[in-house]
């Protein structure tokens, strides 16, 4: 069905092809999963698959790639519409209408698809992805999770035979990753659809997979079974690293697979982890570094969030999680001050001031937020103008970057990915590292409150590890940390606290280990294997299994 024959893709102005000598295929029915870190080049090998690299990008495309018989150099991305449907990693970027009737019925228009038939793909597809109450809605008005299925409807309603998905969980809550998924599978089982699709959070896809590509980030690409691959791959999920750590062979792809290698294991472990899984800088005796009372959010007749009340505290890392439309981004914003707020008062640091009733340029050095899509805030040529920008904006309050960098936003970046050229156009990064970019000009400012949306968005296992080490100095150094996040594995180990919205309230607020346990909705892959062990990550386990020995 895909067929990469000897393929190199290389961009003016770079000293080194993207892709280089890759040849591959994927068959018909095939669930191909692409993996491999922050800017490998993996939307650079999705977007060879109709065209669009180089018909679109631009650069060089060496070799060949025949997709269901055609070859995409004779054949532009529109002339294979009917053939390949596309969600990028941006589903508000892609979007051309303004309601969700509306979006999905776009492509078959283009396609010319009967009126009657088209009423009928239309109702299946809204069926499909549990979203025919938002059918009427605004797509603006979305939460980014419904956007994310919104787009990946409208690719459906073509029927293609190959569905090529950027991140299609990236912004979902776990239990509508696991709708998406399913219906995913159900199209590859069930009508022999074939799935290419590129995604950081293995730990939701991998059991998935029937094959793995891994695009190495020197060019080249390894593929093959997916316990194949992900033993010699620097990215796996939680549960390949734990059955690496306990010796176990065939490593298990599945929560299911690891429960039945876990007795043994559980057995050995002693009762209580010996270290803890997060330990919180705050003094619970100091004032709180934000204090929200009763905040209430309203868009017209809908209420987004209903009387919240929340205080945060310096030196504390807290997740706000709940399913997709909960109101998270809502109540972020109304903290941040430009966000709607009806009802209630937001006070930050010792002054108790209002961001919403302060210039831009004060409220900024109270509380920095990064939203879902953080391309809106970039607007230079360059990332080293961005990035000097960001310096000179708060140069009386930077974050230390590190003693060999001079420039601390430069550090920031550095540290969760590396590389990124200093003459790059913002705009030509990947969704990963134009995110990396934002967070480092927003932490340069060093608020005293910093709020992130779904920060881990197109961040890989190693960048992720790089935004907690991050996020660790912050809360050292006294800030007040918020992540509003669906990633329960980034969850787990960034954050102390963990406080749950629905339906635009608060339903539960507590210790990260407490409430991630609570339910399995949130429990990462460790706690669910090792359940009733209170053992969240791999770290805690390697550190019982330590003890074990020697004792």
């Not at 080194?16 to 068959?27: E, F, N």
């Not at 797509?139 to 787009?151: C, D, H, N």
């Not at 007749?301 to 919240?308: D, H, I, M, S």
Request: include cysteine.
């Amino acid at each position: 069905m895909i067929h990469f024959d000897r393929v190199g893709v290389s961009y003016d102005g770079s000293t080194s092809p993207v892709l280089r000598d890759v040849t591959l295929r994927v068959a018909e029915g095939e669930l191909c999963l692409v993996i491999g870190h922050t800017g490998s080049g993996k939307s650079t090998l999705l977007g060879a698959i109709n065209g669009l690299v180089p018909h679109f990008t631009g650069g060089t495309l060496t070799g060949r790639v025949v997709v269901d018989g055609r070859d995409t150099a004779e054949f532009k991305p529109r002339e294979l519409a009917d053939v390949v449907g596309v969600v990028g990693q941006d589903p508000l970027a892609g979007f051309v209408t303004d309601t969700v009737e509306e979006e999905l019925a776009y492509t078959m228009e283009q396609l010319a698809i009967a009126p009657a038939a088209m009423r009928a793909r239309l109702e299946e597809t809204l069926d499909l992805l549990g979203i025919a109450d938002l059918r009427h809605q605004a797509l603006r008005t979305l939460s980014g999770g419904q956007q994310q299925r919104v787009a990946i409807g409208s690719a459906l309603t073509a029927h293609p035979r190959i569905l090529v998905l950027d991140e299609p969980t990236s912004a979902l809550d776990p239990t509508s990753a696991e709708d998406v998924l399913a219906a995913i599978t159900r199209l590859v089982h069930d009508l022999g659809v074939t799935v290419v699709l590129a995604e950081h959070r293995l730990e939701r896809v991998v059991p998935y997979a029937d094959r793995v590509v891994y695009v190495t980030g020197n060019g080249t690409v390894a593929e093959g079974k997916p316990g194949d691959i992900l033993a010699q791959a620097e990215v796996r999920p939680p549960v390949v690293e734990l059955g690496k750590l306990a010796g176990w062979a065939p490593l298990p792809l599945s929560v299911r697979d690891a429960r039945r290698l876990a007795p043994p294991l559980r057995q050995r472990l002693p009762a209580t982890p010996p270290v803890p899984c997060r330990t919180a800088s705050t003094d619970l005796t100091d004032p709180p570094a934000m204090t929200a009372q009763g905040v209430v959010v309203r868009y017209g007749q809908l209420v987004a969030v209903r009387a919240v009340s929340l205080t945060l505290r310096a030196g504390e890392c807290t997740a706000l999680m709940g399913r997709n439309g909960s109101g998270k981004s809502s109540l972020l914003w109304a903290l941040q001050g430009t966000g709607s707020r009806a009802a209630g008062t937001v006070s930050v640091g010792p002054a108790e001031a209002d961001p919403a009733k302060l210039s831009p340029a004060r409220a900024r050095r109270l509380v920095g937020l990064v939203p879902q899509t953080p391309a809106d805030l970039l607007y230079l040529d360059t990332v080293e103008a961005e990035l000097a920008q960001a310096d000179k904006d708060v140069s009386e309050h930077p974050v230390a970057a590190g003693p060999a960098s001079t420039s601390p936003a430069r550090g920031i970046l550095d540290r969760m990915a590396p590389g990124i050229p200093g003459d790059a156009h913002p705009r030509d990064l990947s969704a990963g590292q134009q995110l990396a970019l934002v967070l480092a000009i927003q932490l340069t400012a060093a608020p005293a409150a910093i709020l992130l949306d779904e920060p881990t968005r197109g961040l890989d296992y190693r960048a992720k590890a790089s935004l907690i080490g991050v996020l660790d100095r912050l809360a050292a150094r006294g800030h007040a940390v918020v992540v509003a996040s669906h990633d329960v594995e980034f969850v787990t180990r960034a954050c102390d606290r963990v406080v749950v919205m629905a339906e635009g309230e608060i339903v539960s607020d507590g210790p990260a280990s407490a409430v991630l346990t609570a339910s399995p909705t949130f429990a990462p892959q460790v706690a669910k294997i090792l359940a009733p062990l209170p053992y969240l990550t791999e770290a805690q386990v390697a550190a019982g299994l330590d003890r074990a020995a020697g004792s």
